[in-house]
Nanobody
Framework: QVQLVESGGGLVQAGGYLRLSCAFS????????MGWFRQAPGKEREFVAA????????YSADSVKGRFTISRDNAKNTVFLQMSKLKPEDTAVYYC?????????????????WGQGTQVTVSS
């Protein structure tokens, strides 16, 4: 059974940074694309960033380009989201997810396993 466990969330001031981690277990990690999504109170879940199984391809939402970077360490079965220049509007619960296949994907329906989420709060 696939398990995804996020960590690294917290409270940070605007302009600050955080690094989220997601530990993966239960399958061959490098065979799957991984993604990060977020959901703010009263809003729908939205795509943040995705990375292919090899790590060579990545995608980011326009709202986070130039500020957030997704990466993975296939030797450690972990995917990361480095977040910098944080803004109050980045406040949300952040979820990592496993893609159905090896490719990075921006659509949530292409992901079949999700972590429990980690709260990120950015104060102004």
């Amino acid at each position: 059974q696939v398990q995804l466990v996020e960590s690294g969330g917290g409270l940070v001031q605007a302009g600050g940074y955080l690094r989220l981690s997601c530990a993966f277990s239960g399958r061959t990690f490098s065979s799957y694309g991984m993604g990060w999504f977020r959901q703010a109170p009263g809003k729908e879940r939205e795509f943040v960033a995705a990375i292919g199984g090899s790590g060579r391809s990545t995608y980011s939402a326009d709202s986070v380009k130039g500020r957030f970077t997704i990466s993975r360490d296939n030797a450690k079965n972990t995917v990361f989201l480095q977040m910098s220049k944080l803004k109050p509007e980045d406040t949300a619960v952040y979820y990592c997810a496993k893609a159905r296949g090896q490719y990075a994907n921006t659509r949530s329906r292409e992901y079949d396993y999700w972590g429990q989420g980690t709260q990120v709060t950015v104060s102004s």
